[in-house]
């Protein structure tokens, strides 16, 4: 079964992307969510909201790419 993008995201300090588009999200990402309590934010959102905020944020990183 594939990794959802949440799934991904969760499981990317242990298996880092090799998708560039992935590698800057999920590094801006997880700068932001090292800040005080934004990570418990982030937490607080359900499943489904989080994945469809990673899928368009994805989606404006790809389209941002050279």
Do not use: C, Y
């Amino acid at each position: 079964m594939d990794e959802t993008l949440l799934e991904e995201f969760q499981n990317s300090r242990t298996t880092a992307p090799t998708d560039p588009a992935k590698k800057i999200l999920f590094a801006v990402l997880n700068d932001l969510f090292g800040r005080s309590g934004l990570d418990h934010q982030w937490d607080a959102i359900d499943d489904d909201v989080r994945q469809e905020l990673l899928e368009e944020n994805l989606e404006i990183v790809r389209r941002n790419l050279p």
